[in-house]
């Protein structure tokens, strides 16, 4: 609520806005053509503005969403230069020894990228049948395995920080025959 000592601004543009008085009372005449005309074009100019800025936010999503994975892409390149090294000295190598530790090492550099990127397996063997991350494949009689829990994994399972990318396949006791 305004006190006498108050000014509302909108009381303030209201009668920026209202024609003068002269002191004997009568309206002085104003230029309504003009004033419509001014205030069209500040309102054609609104909308171009809006126009723009919704054709600039479309372009940037667009872009957003192509290069999306561009800084991923580019912290896999090292595992691919080396996955490509490792394949040229498999082809000239006399032992599979040297093979087996370079590839070892790829997995290795592959494992550490994709947990650096919060990528993590889902637990699976030995565990609880869960179906919200197991997805079962089979059934199998187990002496060993309680009723229930998986036997084995046949395909890893993957998920993204707390979203399920992809649920483990796995194989599920039965129990004891």
Same mark, same amino acid.
């Given at each position: 609520?305004?006190?006498?000592?108050?000014?509302?601004?909108?009381?303030?543009?209201?009668?920026?806005?209202?024609?003068?008085?002269?002191?004997?009372?009568?309206?002085?005449?104003?230029?309504?053509?003009?004033?419509?005309?001014?205030?069209?074009?500040?309102?054609?100019?609104?909308?171009?503005?809006?126009?723009?800025?919704?054709?600039?936010?479309?372009?940037?999503?667009?872009?957003?969403?192509?290069?999306?994975?561009?800084?991923?892409?580019?912290?896999?390149?090292?595992?691919?230069?080396?996955?490509?090294?490792?394949?040229?000295?498999?082809?000239?190598?006399?032992?599979?020894?040297?093979?087996?530790?370079?590839?070892?090492?790829?997995?290795? &550099?592959? &494992?550490?990228?994709?947990?650096?990127?919060?990528?993590?397996?889902?637990?699976?063997?030995?565990?609880?049948?869960?179906?919200?991350?197991?997805?079962?494949?089979? &059934?199998?009689?187990?002496?060993?395995?309680?009723?229930?829990?998986?036997?084995?994994?046949?395909?890893?399972?993957?998920?993204?920080?707390?979203?399920?990318?992809?649920?483990?396949?796995?194989?599920?006791?039965?129990?004891?025959?």
């Amino acid at each position: 609520m305004n006190t006498s000592n108050e000014s509302d601004p909108l009381d303030d543009q209201v009668l920026e806005a209202a024609p003068d008085a002269t002191p004997d009372g009568e309206i002085a005449e104003v230029d309504f053509q003009a004033e419509a005309a001014k205030l069209k074009d500040l309102a054609l100019r609104a909308r171009a503005d809006l126009d723009n800025f919704r054709k600039r936010s479309l372009r940037e999503k667009e872009d957003a969403i192509r290069y999306a994975n561009n800084g991923l892409l580019e912290k896999l390149l090292p595992v691919i230069d080396n996955f490509e090294l490792g394949l040229d000295a498999a082809r000239n190598a006399t032992d599979a020894a040297s093979v087996l530790q370079g590839m070892s090492m790829v997995h290795r &550099q592959l &494992q550490d990228f994709i947990r650096s990127q919060g990528l993590e397996e889902v637990p699976a063997d030995g565990e609880p049948f869960d179906p919200n991350k197991h997805d079962a494949v089979s &059934q199998e009689f187990s002496a060993e395995v309680p009723e229930g829990n998986v036997i084995r994994q046949v395909r890893k399972g993957y998920k993204l920080k707390d979203r399920l990318l992809r649920a483990a396949s796995v194989i599920v006791s039965k129990g004891a025959q």
